[in-house]
């Protein structure tokens, strides 16, 4: 029987809506193989969370607890996924391509000797090996990935998968794994927190972003009144943020956030190659200009050739009217 664990990632006490995507998956992926999903936690006060995984397609749900791992930490992070890949000998493991996983899967696949397939848009069996396909080239091409290795990693993108939910009386079973957590020579001192009350844009199904044309910081305001209306999140292009319109985290593109989202919207985007590395893979992109030949156009579904100050605005009064209805 041929075992996937998945890293799920939490924060804030709730399980974050990128795991429930790949657990969904990864039960998917067992069916075809005969094998069961477990869903590994990393963390501490992590019980209450797993009540529901069962509905997600979790047959166990692996608790790594211990008190140096409250907040996020590479290398007991690492020792953590290392242990429990001993302990259970999956043959595949899958996190999300996000800050975390970016961070700690190339460093596991280096402890355990085994491949990696990063930032992953599906995953797939043939033969019963997984075959992963990725983009190359800032996304002018994809490639599928094959392991020579046992143990097969790989880490998705955000909002690749739909969220499936089971039979209602299915549950998961808790598992404590026995970690034993060597003394850790980087301990976490302190986090800081950001912005609260806004969804991170690699997990966002809407976005909104701005590009050189939006002039300053205040005129992201009418970006921000749409965003609201329609349950968006708003970005920006390397040239906003490079002249100040708006911070770094809101940057999409190769130097910034490579985003997935179900609708994305540029606003005032030229659409340089480096801009469409981070948000050419979204289902649907429209996009607002005012230059007809601007390049951003080649690549959406819909376009318009407007001024920006005046298309946003009316835009933002037809969806409350839609909602309304």
């Known amino acids: 029987m041929s075992e996937i664990v998945v890293l799920c990632e939490h924060q804030n006490e709730k399980i974050k809506k990128t795991s429930l995507e790949l657990l969904s998956k990864a039960h998917d992926l067992a069916g075809q193989l005969s ?16 009540s529901e995984l069962g509905l997600y397609g979790a047959d166990s749900a692996v608790l790594a607890e211990h008190s140096l791992l409250d907040r996020y ?17 999956p043959s595949i493991l899958l996190g999300t391509a996000s800050p975390l ?52 990693m790989a880490t998705t993108r955000p909002n690749s998968f739909p969220i499936k939910t089971l039979e209602t009386g299915k549950t998961a079973k808790v598992v404590r794994l026995n970690l034993n957590l060597s003394s850790l020579r980087c301990p976490m001192k302190e986090l800081g927190q950001g912005e609260t009350g806004r969804v991170d ?45 708006a911070p770094h985290d809101m940057q999409v593109g190769q130097t910034g956030k490579v985003v997935n989202p179900k609708l994305y919207m540029a606003c005032g985007i030229s659409g340089a190659i480096q801009h469409l590395a981070g948000m050419r ?45």
């Open 35 to 50: 094998g069961k999903v477990i869903a590994l936690f990393i963390g501490t006060g992590m019980e209450p969370l797993v």
């Open 281 to 325: 893979t979204s289902k649907v992109i429209v996009a607002i200009n005012k230059d007809p030949e601007a390049p951003i156009f080649g690549k959406a579904d819909y376009g318009i050739v407007g001024d920006l100050f005046t298309l946003v605005p009316l835009l933002t009064q037809e969806f409350k009217k839609l909602l309304a209805e």
């Open 73 to 89: 930490n590479t290398l007991g992070y690492a020792q953590a996924v290392c242990q429990a890949v001993e302990q259970f000998k």
């Open 201 to 245: 844009l690699t997990e966002a199904e809407i976005i909104v972003s701005g590009g050189r044309a939006m002039a300053n910081a205040d005129n992201f305001k009418i970006l921000r009144e749409m965003a609201q209306v329609i349950g968006a999140s708003v970005g920006a292009s390397r040239a906003a943020v490079d002249s100040g319109y």
């Open 101 to 152: 996983g970016k961070d700690l899967f190339p460093r596991v696949a280096a402890r355990l000797k085994t491949g990696l397939a990063s930032d992953c848009t599906d995953i797939r069996l043939e033969g019963g090996k997984l075959i992963a396909s990725r983009p190359v080239y800032s996304g002018k091409a994809f490639v599928d990935v094959v392991f020579n290795t046992p143990l097969q």
